[in-house]
């Protein structure tokens, strides 16, 4: 059973605000790159459902459910925080999103499908227990976890979090959870501010949050170092049973928000990584989760080569957009605190 699960709805893009960036045209832009790839007849399309009120205080406080439900019925669009929106459908749509990836969570554990990709908004990584921030309403992927491990029983799950933003969120889920595995690579000094090397966990959880902040300027050539010597090894030696990517694309060299220097060549190549070592480790079961990317082309591209890799035609992927020359500095230091901090 080789068979991919793609999850995507154009309802998610009622939750929408003129001239934000994080506005329907980014879901757009993917579906019209993977409707037009040819590939929708080698995939297992999965519709989703909507989260339960009980599900999601899986993670989330009863308090934020009833400030979100507020706002929704408020009837207009409101501004949350100094960067986070919602319109009176918002509350519905960000249920929705969580339970398309439950749906794919679902679709894998009962061995429908081999791995999965969910074209979902609005992101998640940046809402906590009890806030939501960073443009996200809802912990999508820190629900799907906690989802996975109470319905199917998983005693390990992993979360590896690509988008160029820390997921402080994601982190403030499980930080005490030695359960649930959480790697972070991440631009800082950058939005929101947490996801220093020294974030490891406290309690039960101490050794699971692996965070790794990388300097403005930092490119392919160093994430391939970050991930064969810390991200691989320490999958390898967590062994989890399913493995979660929340798939930003933020830090592609275009992006608007932030000053990493990945390309589409460099992201495919970490895709490889993870889709690999959800191969050797867990019978290939991987689900991502669209977050971030504020570049429409950077973002369509990369969710299309997402898909490609857990297609296994890694052939196809293309970078039309090229490269552009990373930052100069000794990425080692760096790999060598990481492996002294976590034993690796």
Request: hydrophobic content about 40%.
């Amino acid at each position: 059973m080789n068979i991919t699960g793609l999850h995507y709805d154009t309802r998610y893009n009622i939750h929408t605000m003129p001239d934000h960036v994080e506005s329907a045209t980014r879901l757009e832009h993917v579906i019209h790159r993977i409707e037009n790839s040819g590939l929708l007849g080698h995939v297992q399309r999965i519709e989703g459902r909507t989260a339960t009120e009980q599900e999601l205080l899986m993670v989330h406080t009863q308090a934020h459910l009833d400030r979100l439900q507020r706002i929704s019925a408020f009837g207009q669009p409101a501004i949350i925080d100094h960067d986070t929106y919602m319109v009176p459908e918002s509350y519905e749509i960000a249920r929705m999103a969580v339970g398309g990836v439950f749906s794919l969570v679902d679709a894998v554990m009962n061995e429908k499908v081999r791995n999965a990709i969910a074209a979902i908004r609005p992101p998640g990584h940046h809402a906590t227990p009890n806030q939501a921030m960073g443009f996200c309403l809802l912990s999508n992927v820190a629900l799907a976890a906690r989802y996975a491990q109470r319905q199917y029983g998983l005693e390990r799950v992993a979360i590896v979090d690509f988008d160029v933003h820390h997921g402080n969120g994601t982190q403030d889920v499980f930080i005490k959870d030695g359960s649930v595995l959480f790697i972070s690579t991440h631009q800082s000094p950058l939005y929101p501010g947490t996801g220093d090397v020294h974030e490891i966990g406290r309690g039960d959880g101490i050794g699971t949050t692996i965070n790794i902040p990388v300097r403005a300027g930092t490119g392919d050539q160093h994430f391939e170092i970050l991930y064969q010597e810390i991200v691989i090894p320490a999958l390898h030696r967590f062994r989890p049973e399913l493995i979660f990517i929340s798939a930003g694309f933020d830090a592609h060299w275009l992006d608007p928000l932030a000053s990493l220097r990945l390309s589409l060549t460099g992201y495919a190549y970490l895709g490889q990584l993870l889709h690999q070592a959800a191969e050797d480790i867990c019978q290939g079961r991987i689900i991502a989760s669209m977050e971030g990317g504020y570049n429409v082309d950077a973002l369509s591209y990369g969710m299309l080569n997402l898909l490609r890799i857990f297609l296994g035609r890694e052939e196809e992927i293309e970078d039309p957009l090229g490269q552009q020359k990373q930052r100069d500095y000794d990425i080692m230091q760096l790999v060598a605190l990481l492996k002294s901090i976590h034993k690796l």
